[in-house]
């Protein structure tokens, strides 16, 4: 059984022209999955569905051969995907660790200790003592991204859902950030998607799926 599956899955805005028609996928545990296509091919909009921000025009989303409409929409988003952002999305007035604290505390799920945990979520990701206590807007962009992953996995989601995540860093730190996604679907059993027009982060995955633009 797949972790995630779209059964004949389309969306339009406002009943108009579908911009994803008749899509059928699984995600499994374990593994990275790159989403490609050319731009207006839905790749944003699929993120969004996955995500459970946006509900499908038609068809079904299953988690665990669970419906997601039956799921209540907090506790999916925030206990069992977490999502990472091409902006980073931080709050610049506080810390990397106090980041990291606030997603926890927001999740709902109790975590004993939970600043020495997102201490230690922060070292999983490359950054120590010294940056989990710098202010966001102090930090490089290689760096920021490091602590939206850090965030995002604070509550052990299973599914990480990733927009662009690469798209403003150099190629040395995109690499390094490609490194992250695979130890946290080959070592912790994740299940990784990433939406990408990067070619080599794109190779990386253990999977492409590519989608085409609608005629």
Not at 15 to 26: C, M
Not at 75 to 82: A, K, N
Not at 86 to 114: D, I, Y
């Amino acid at each position: 059984m797949s972790l995630l599956e779209l059964n004949n899955i389309s969306y339009n805005y406002d009943g108009k022209k579908n911009v994803i028609k008749n899509v059928n996928y699984s995600f499994d545990k374990g593994k990275v999955y790159a989403i490609t296509g050319r731009s207006g091919a839905g790749k944003t909009t699929l993120l969004s569905l996955l995500s459970g921000l946006t509900a499908p025009t038609q068809g079904e989303i299953l988690f665990n051969n669970v419906n997601i409409k039956k799921i209540n929409k907090y506790d999916f988003r925030s206990r069992y995907v977490g999502v990472i952002f091409q902006s980073f999305n931080l709050l610049p007035h506080l810390n990397s660790v106090e980041n990291v604290e606030l997603s926890m505390r927001a999740s709902g799920k109790k975590t004993p200790n939970r600043r020495q945990n997102a201490e230690e979520i922060l070292k999983k990701v490359c950054l120590d003592d010294s940056l989990a206590k710098r202010r966001i807007l102090k930090l490089s962009g290689g760096e920021q991204q490091r602590v939206a992953i850090a965030r995002a996995i604070s509550y052990e989601p299973e599914i990480i859902l990733a927009d662009e995540p690469t798209g403003n860093l150099d190629s040395a730190t995109q690499d390094e950030i490609v490194s992250i996604f695979k130890s946290l679907a080959h070592n912790d059993g994740k299940c990784v998607i990433i939406v990408t027009h990067s070619p080599v982060v794109a190779k990386a995955a253990d999977e492409i799926f590519e989608l085409a633009p609608l005629k």
